[in-house]
Structure formats: structure tokens, C-alpha cells
């Protein structure tokens, strides 16, 4: 079965500081998309990334990187130079593409790591 | 575009007494997911609906059902309402709830339901 591992439950850092929240995950399909989301304290999911398994390619966007290393199963997020508005619930997920009927519209999710930015 | 769009976003019910609530997906989006979000359990998948027909499903009591209408606007029930039910229960909206590289799910900001 798929399992998502984010083992930091908190973190805290001052402004401009770097940060990386870590993400482990499992899976027995060859074919799979990992996804990182932020929950703001508005309550909804917003889309950050998707990487498919075959694509491991480091990726940056502004201040966001991801680095995706298959032989560790590890996702890992990193935010450079975090900002207060970055302060908010991020969350580490998993979909199948290869499990059929059980995969369909379901996103295995980690627990969440809080990160709050002090300015 | 406009997002996905839950109501209602807060709820009291009683113990015992049943709750509907409303998701309306992102225009052209045929599946929709639901979750329960709780601080012991994290998120948890509920069920997918695409064309009005439940494909996948969670882990959780028959209590908790869903439907989804010709519109693709789904609605999820939960009968005989127990204090554990308290949650924020979230759907997302997809374009066919399959896994491959153009689709990622749209989430709506919530219903956050409380169960006294």
C-alpha cells in the first residue's frame, strides 16, 4: 500500500531564513505523481507542484526548489530566503497511476509539517 | 475560472442528526474527491465520484455516502452523527481523477463541520 512520510511535525524559522521540509514515500507502482500543496489557515489545498516518477529533474520556481531522488524515495521542498507569508501547513502527497480503480481521484496525503516564518 | 466552491463553510450539528454537504467543481471537471481533515488522522480520502458513478472509496462507515448530479456537483452525507465526525471535510475537483501528467486536483476551502 502507498504511504507518505513527512516526519517534521513543526518548524520554525526567522525570515530570510532557508528551509527544506522533508517528504519520504512508498509505493510497489512503477507509474506514480508526487504533489506538494500548502494549506494557508483559509482552510484550502493550493497546488505548489507535481512530479511524475519517470522525471527527476530538479525544479525551481521563484523561491521554491523540489528535489525529487527516486533511489531514496524522497520528495523534498525548499523554500529560499522564507518570507512570513510563507507561514502555513504543507503537505506531501501521493497518487498511483497504476493501481486502476483504486487509484482514481485519490491523493495519499503526508501528515503536514507546520512551518511558521517570524519576522 | 472559478474554483471550487463548498458549502456550507461551518456547521453545528447535534449527535445523532444527519449533515449534506455541497460541492460544486471547477467548470469542465468531471470527478470529484472528498476528504475529512482532522488534527489525529491528518487527511483522509472519503470517495471519488466521475459521471455520477462512485468509483473509488475510502475506508470509513457506510454513514458516510456521496452523490454526484448530471452537473458534476456532488454531495456528500453523513447519518447518525457522532462527536468523532467533527472535521474539515474538503473536495477536490479533477478533470477525470485518473493519475497521469495533466491532471492535479483543485481543492475547495472547506466545510468545517463541529458535532456536539
Known amino acids: 500500500a502507498q504511504k507518505v512520510t513527512q516526519a517534521q511535525t513543526e518548524i520554525s524559522v526567522v525570515e530570510k531564513e532557508d528551509v527544506t521540509l522533508d517528504c519520504v514515500y512508498e509505493?510497489?507502482?512503477?507509474?506514480?505523481?508526487l504533489f506538494w500543496y500548502k494549506q494557508p489557515p483559509s482552510g484550502e489545498l493550493v497546488f505548489l507542484i507535481r512530479?511524475?516518477?519517470?522525471?527527476?529533474q530538479n525544479e525551481i520556481s521563484g523561491r521554491y526548489s523540489w528535489n525529487f531522488q527516486k533511489s531514496t524515495s524522497s520528495f523534498n521542498f525548499t523554500i529560499t530566503a522564507s518570507q512570513v507569508v510563507d507561514s502555513a501547513v504543507y503537505f506531501c502527497?501521493?497518487?498511483?497511476?497504476?493501481?486502476?480503480?483504486?487509484?482514481?481521484?485519490?491523493?495519499?496525503f503526508g501528515q503536514g509539517t507546520i512551518l511558521t516564518v517570524h519576522p | 475560472k472559478a474554483g471550487v466552491t463548498q458549502t456550507p463553510r461551518y456547521l453545528i450539528k447535534t449527535r445523532g442528526q444527519q449533515v449534506t454537504l455541497s460541492c460544486s467543481p471547477i467548470?469542465?471537471?468531471?470527478?470529484v474527491s472528498w476528504y475529512q481533515q482532522t488534527p489525529g488522522q491528518g487527511l483522509q480520502f472519503l470517495f471519488e465520484?466521475?459521471?455520477?458513478?462512485?468509483?473509488n472509496k475510502g475506508n470509513f462507515p457506510g454513514r458516510f455516502s456521496g452523490r454526484q448530479f448530471s452537473n458534476s456537483r456532488s454531495e456528500m452525507n453523513v447519518s447518525t452523527l457522532e462527536l468523532g465526525d467533527s472535521a474539515l471535510y474538503l473536495c477536490?475537483?479533477?478533470?477525470?481523477?485518473?493519475?497521469?501528467?495533466?491532471?492535479?486536483?483543485?481543492f475547495g476551502q472547506g466545510t468545517r463541520l463541529t458535532v456536539v
Open positions: 477536490a475537483s479533477s478533470l477525470d481523477g485518473r493519475a497521469h501528467a495533466d491532471t492535479e486536483a483543485f
Open positions: 509505493t510497489r507502482d512503477t507509474t506514480y505523481y
Open positions: 512530479r511524475n516518477s519517470f522525471d527527476e
Open positions: 502527497a501521493l497518487s498511483e497511476a497504476e493501481a486502476g480503480g483504486t487509484s482514481y481521484g485519490k491523493l495519499t
Open positions: 467548470s469542465g471537471h468531471r470527478s
Open positions: 465520484y466521475f459521471s455520477e458513478t462512485q468509483r
